[in-house]
């Protein structure tokens, strides 16, 4: 009952509703184009919502990470506006904290600063480890400035803690001032098929395989991956 459920579920919600209708109406066209159109229009929107498509997608656009340095001098944590992402960020960079004793260094906006402090602080962060930028409106701003504070504390083993597919971005950015970092991401996904749930369409699919692509034409376009 609980996979018939799923499943029904899958096929009556968008976007398995939109792969059905799609079907449905290229059995009922005469004309050869419309009925091709139709069938292609519902093989992408199956692909872009299925989890083997996110699997290949990570594997393109997310970077191959090695593990952390043994002495992190600080941690850097990425704004991602007010969203579940930037408290995932806000969790990921607590966490190595209580590992390394490392300070962390938030960096975004206005308002999203303040929810990133409020957060790390209402999770048990001491503020004399805290340090903030709330001065950079997005990645770039971020790197350039942070890496402005760097160099002025004499950092040299700083960890990145962003959502995967920002990482390759962010190291990108990084690298334009000199800087090295260490990737880490925030939400770490499983490499495989668990069962044959993941073969049918789920929203939640095709919005990480949206953002996937989103974010593969932005690296192919800035030459982010060669």
Request: net charge positive; aromatic share 12%.
């Amino acid at each position: 009952m609980f996979y018939f459920y799923k499943i029904l579920r899958s096929l009556l919600l968008p976007p398995g509703i939109f792969v059905v209708l799609f079907l449905m109406t290229a059995l009922f066209v005469r004309n050869r184009l419309i009925r091709f159109l139709l069938m292609v229009s519902a093989l992408l929107t199956y692909l872009m919502s299925i989890y083997p498509t996110t699997i290949f997608l990570r594997n393109i656009v997310v970077p191959k990470t090695g593990g952390m340095p043994e002495d992190v001098d600080v941690v850097v944590v990425m704004g991602g506006g007010l969203t579940d992402e930037s408290i995932s960020r806000l969790v990921k960079g607590k966490e190595i904290h209580d590992i390394t004793g490392a300070p962390l260094l938030i960096t975004g906006y206005n308002d999203e600063v303040k929810m990133m402090r409020r957060k790390l602080l209402s999770i048990g962060l001491d503020s004399t480890f805290l340090l903030v930028d709330s001065s950079s409106r997005n990645t770039f701003e971020s790197a350039r400035n942070v890496s402005r504070i760097i160099r002025e504390r004499g950092f040299d083993r700083v960890v990145v803690v962003s959502t995967d597919y920002h990482l390759r971005r962010v190291m990108e950015e990084f690298s334009k001032y000199g800087v090295d970092v260490y990737p880490v991401a925030s939400n770490p996904r499983r490499g495989r098929i668990r069962d044959a749930l993941d073969l049918f369409p789920s929203m939640s699919y095709f919005y990480k395989n949206y953002v996937y692509v989103k974010e593969l034409i932005g690296a192919l376009v800035f030459g982010f991956i060669k």
